[in-house]
């Protein structure tokens, strides 16, 4: 009999994992996400990136329109 932990995740053989849901729920991780991972002294931690959306007017004295619309364009097919 396995017992199965709420939050344990298991590596496959290309080393993919799955999130447990109620942690994707907790954290908004849907599909397509792409957490960044951080090697700490204890261990492995994911941490949602920041979206486009959250960085929204960060740099608006950085740079013109359209060199964001740049940025944003280069950003947008590096996504894909």
Do not use: C
Not at 14 to 41: A, H
Not at 53 to 63: D, E, P
């Amino acid at each position: 009999m396995w017992l199965k932990l709420e939050n344990e995740a298991v590596v496959t053989r290309k080393g993919q994992t799955t999130i447990p849901i109620k942690l994707r729920v907790k954290y908004k991780i849907e599909k397509g996400t792409r957490p960044e991972v951080v090697d700490t002294s204890e261990g492995i931690l994911f941490k949602p990136k920041k979206s486009l959306m959250n960085l929204a007017g960060s740099g608006a004295k950085y740079a013109t329109p359209e060199e964001m619309n740049r940025l944003l364009d280069k950003l947008r097919k590096e996504d894909a």
